[in-house]
């Protein structure tokens, strides 16, 4: 019993003009702006997003494409890379008066999201703090944020003596206040 080969770089199929397609040359127009040939091997292929962000499997050979490209890696390097690369439509619209937020500001905001959720999500697991402690850390760093100047933050250091400290007194005085 003979088994059949998957699509792979020794199998063509002819257009419509009668030239032969590679599968390689497929995916290269199926996912345009996405993958390219890899610059040194031939019988590879390189994700644009995934090597712009630096990840770990930015390429890999053609029978693994399809793969890579349903990877969660994959997905959010498609979306970090989509909007470090979106530019404002209207530059003239930056200027409005009436508009809180400008173009500038909102993509900005945009561009930087994935990377708070990303290290915001790091901090949490990595401290094995309760998720529902998201929303009250977000609004502490916004209060630090607002509250003390950049330098003054970068100068600050805390121990967890500090701490210990300030709890001890704050007990106290809280206990004092209540009988």
């Given at each position: 019993m003979q088994r059949k080969?998957?699509?792979?770089s020794s199998q063509m199929s002819s257009n419509a003009s009668g030239a032969k397609e590679t599968y390689e040359q497929k995916m290269l127009e199926a996912h345009k702006g996405i993958i390219e040939?890899?610059?040194t091997d031939k019988n590879r292929w390189r994700c644009i997003p995934c090597n712009s962000q630096k990840a770990k499997y930015d390429c890999g050979l053609w029978n693994?494409?399809?793969?890579?490209?349903?990877?969660?890696?994959?997905?959010?390097?498609?979306?970090?890379?989509?909007?470090?690369?979106?530019k404002p439509d209207d530059k003239s619209s930056e200027c409005d008066v009436g508009n809180q937020y400008n173009s500038t500001h909102r993509e900005f905001t945009l561009a930087q999201e994935i990377d708070l959720d990303f290290a915001f999500t790091k901090f949490i697991?990595?401290?094995?703090?309760?998720?529902n402690m998201t929303s009250p850390l977000l609004d502490f760093v916004k209060h630090i944020c607002?509250?003390?100047?950049?330098?003054?933050?970068k100068q600050y250091e805390l121990s967890s003596n500090t701490v210990q400290k300030i709890n001890i007194i704050m007990s106290k005085t809280l206990k004092n206040t209540l009988f």
């Open positions: 080969r998957n699509s792979t040939d890899h610059p693994n494409l399809n793969g890579h490209l349903n990877t969660d890696s994959h997905s959010n390097c498609v979306a970090i890379f989509e909007l470090k690369d979106k697991l990595e401290s094995k703090l309760p998720f607002t509250s003390f100047n950049n330098e003054s933050l």
